[in-house]
């Protein structure tokens, strides 16, 4: 199935999907991190978006 354009935040939100550009523009605008921070993170503890919360000092959810 194809991915549903029209959808603007993510489908499971307990992951992030870096491979995805407008999930990354989501997530940055978010936690109100740059793109690099987003990514670094997640290289560090993972796709989980409370893990990355934490490392980055944000409240979640």
């Known amino acids: 199935m194809a991915d549903d354009l029209d959808i603007r935040a993510p489908q499971d939100p307990t992951k ?3 491979n995805e550009k407008w999930e990354v523009d989501y997530w940055t605008k978010r936690f109100k991190v740059t793109e690099k921070a987003l990514r670094d993170a997640v ?3 993972g796709v ?3 893990k990355v919360a934490a490392h980055l000092g944000k409240k979640w959810p």
């Open 16 to 18: 992030i999907n870096v």
């Open 43 to 45: 290289k560090i503890v």
């Open 48 to 50: 989980s978006t409370a």
